[in-house]
């Protein structure tokens, strides 16, 4: 069975950091492309980033030069450290499994709540 468990959400000032943490397990981990994704209130799910098996990244403009994502294939880990929060990057976080064309599969978990203050 898949499971992703997000953590390291909390409450920051603006302008300020985060570190949040995907454990993976269930699956090759190695083999596998990860994403991370938020919900903001009252908006639709938007992808912010994406590791691929080779380590290649991708991220949506919006987040590109202040968030950085990396996997730890020993840990069974992508982390998402997050820079220069402003209040638009509140929003659950979730991370998920990314398959070939990209998209993520149906195994979202509860996902972690970062709350940005101005």
């Known amino acids: 069975q898949v499971q992703l468990v997000e953590s390291g959400g909390g409450s920051v000032q603006a302008g300020g950091s985060l570190r949040l943490s995907c454990a993976v397990s269930?699956?090759?981990?190695?083999?596998?492309?990860i994403g991370w994704y938020r919900r903001a209130p009252g908006k639709q799910r938007e992808a912010v980033a994406r590791?691929?098996?080779?380590?290649?990244?991708i991220y949506a403009d919006s987040v590109k030069g202040r968030f950085t994502i990396a996997r730890d294939n020993a840990k069974k880990t992508v982390d998402l450290q997050m820079n220069s929060l402003q209040p638009e990057d509140t929003a659950v976080y979730y991370c998920?499994?990314?398959?070939?064309?990209?998209?993520?599969?149906?195994?979202w978990g509860k996902g972690t709540l970062v709350f940005v203050s101005s």
């Open positions: 269930g699956i090759t981990f190695s083999d596998t492309s």
């Open positions: 590791i691929e098996v080779n380590a290649d990244v």
């Open positions: 998920n499994v990314v398959n070939d064309s990209g998209m993520p599969r149906d195994y």
